[in-house]
């Protein structure tokens, strides 16, 4: 972080210092005190299941400078260096302003990129991390690892920006209508893309029409004269561009129809499941204002499954309009590889089965995407199964989204279906009525009982999907799965001259914070 006395911080929250005005907080700014360094500034949110209050005292011995806390915590025999605020959450956000405010004055060239949508947007991130930052000469980069993308995680994101860094990525999430307007108001950025407008969190939203009310929020929000990267082949996301010029910004589109400034064409998929496609870019948006040609390069995608297309474009479209070149973007395109766990994460294991866990969030978008590339990594000779929880905070759409997810699983021709606690339960309805019979679609209670049917039914040469939201906790079978602890009963002897002769499918190829602050949204 830049480094701050204790006067700035309690100027910046509008707080009162109870401490020496001289302490200067040069470390990094904390949720945890279990992360903690030398020079730290330990912020004691409240929480569902501890108060950040409680570990105040620890914090500082073990090295934070500085508390930020709704109340003082030392006492006159063990005095605690305090910033005390009403509301430590938005004194959390306040500070970060300060801090980008700060950084953006001293350095006019730093550049901060936003993602949003319904799906897509952390691995978009992701993407973005990997075109802009970790190659010589790209400058410090702010990048997180995960979700970090709520009113806890995104100021904690821009308080690691130094006066070296060049590059800000942030992921911008909402569950309700102004989220994404307040985490626009902490870091404003000059180039922001929207992915999609889905049925994610509609359970709190309401109905889709208010869900890209709160994603239209980031093409009002962007720095005067930024850019608004809009998904031109999501009708709702198009039809914000209208907002964004109102507002000022300009708008570059992406997709696969003609119209799109940034378009991906004759997309193909390979066999593994991997999009490949010509990046095409319009002269206009490498020279605004002027005439040039278009420029086409290729690009072969290492991520699994056709829907990051989408994500590929955006990101490419994003680093494009702050100077990469598009034949450079294309080749880190091509080398980009997952980073955040648990999303369409591929693991050939030594005994033929593929695991591809996307375990880390669902909802019917992202569900359909997952179940589509599953059916094609396993084509006309390899087993496909899926693995599927729960798909939360759907309101009352859940259970025909849930028996629609269920339909599509037997029309794939998934071989076998295991679904996995009560609220899950009408996918395995909806595979029945669908017309799925004997043993093709098992229900079971929890992830244990999933544990026992994975356990005696897969076999070498499956390709096994693992799909739900994060708190139906399937992510740990995604983990289990991935490191063999789990399935391919069958002895080595039983692949008989199939394994010998490599006919399972690449079976021998090799392998590829805190709560409060994980976003899924």
């Known amino acids: ?85 009403e509301d430590v959450q938005a004194a959390l956000g306040d500070l970060a302003r300060f801090v980008l405010e700060r950084a953006r004055a001293a350095n006019p060239g730093l550049r901060v990129l936003a993602v949003t949508g319904s799906v897509g947007k952390t691995t978009t991130k992701d993407l973005l991390g990997q075109l802009l930052a970790g190659h010589e000469g790209d400058g410090e980069a ?112 992406f997709g696969t129809i003609p119209a799109a400034d940034v378009r991906a064409e004759d997309v193909t998929i390979d066999v593994a499941g991997r999009a490949s496609f010509t990046l095409r870019v319009r002269g206009s948006v490498l020279a605004a204002g002027e005439t040039a040609e278009d420029v086409r390069v290729p690009v072969s995608l290492r991520l699994v499954g056709e829907h990051h297309v989408t994500n590929a474009l955006a990101a490419a479209t994003s ?84 028996d629609a997810i269920g339909r599509l699983v037997v029309r794939l021709n998934v071989k076998l279906l295991v679904v996995v606690g009560d609220g899950a339960y009408h996918i395995h309805e909806g595979a029945m009525q669908e017309g799925s019979w004997g043993e093709e679609s098992v229900f079971v209670p929890d992830v244990e009982a999933a544990r026992e049917v994975l356990a005696e039914q897969l076999r070498p040469g499956d390709v096994v999907l693992v799909k739900a939201s994060n708190g139906s906790g399937l992510w740990r079978l995604g983990d289990e799965l991935a490191a063999g602890e789990l399935g391919g009963a069958a002895a080595a002897g039983e692949l008989g001259g199939a394994a010998a002769a490599g006919e399972l499918g690449g079976a021998a190829a090799a392998g590829e914070g805190t709560a409060t602050t994980e976003g899924a949204r």
């Open 319 to 402: 680093a494009i309009l702050v100077g990469l070149d598009p034949a450079v973007a294309a080749q880190r395109l091509a080398a980009a590889t997952p980073v955040s766990p648990h999303r369409m994460a591929v693991t050939e294991r030594p005994d033929g089965i593929t695991v591809v866990d996307d375990s880390y969030n669902a909802n019917p978008d992202s569900m359909r995407a997952a179940l589509r590339s599953l059916a094609v990594m396993a084509g006309r000779t390899r087993r496909s199964v899926a693995v599927l929880g729960e798909m939360r905070e759907l309101g009352e759409s859940a259970r025909v989204a849930h």
């Open 142 to 253: 702010v990048v997180p690892t995960g979700s970090f993308n709520n009113e806890v995680g995104l100021p904690l994101t821009v308080l690691r920006v130094t006066p070296q860094t060049r590059t800000l990525v942030l992921e911008m999430g909402a569950d309700h209508v102004g989220n994404i307007a307040y985490l626009t108001s902490v870091a404003p950025p000059q180039v922001g893309a929207v992915l999609a407008v889905g049925q994610a969190h509609l359970g709190h939203f309401g109905s889709v029409e208010a869900i890209a009310e709160a994603k239209s929020e980031m093409v009002t929000g962007l720095r005067p004269g930024g850019v608004a990267v809009l998904n031109a082949d999501d009708l709702r996301v198009a039809a914000m561009a209208a907002k964004a010029t109102d507002a000022g910004n300009r708008v570059v589109t």
């Open 1 to 85: 972080m830049i480094e701050l006395t204790a006067t700035e911080v309690a100027q910046a929250t509008g707080g009162r210092l109870a401490a020496d005005p001289g302490v200067r907080v040069g470390g990094p700014v904390v949720v945890d005190s279990r992360l903690v360094e030398p020079g730290a500034l330990f912020v004691a949110l409240p929480g569902e299941r501890v108060d950040g209050h409680d570990f105040a005292a620890a914090a500082v011995e073990a090295g934070a400078a500085l508390v930020l806390a709704s109340r003082e915590v030392g006492t006159p025999e063990t005095p605690v260096p305090t910033v005390v605020v």
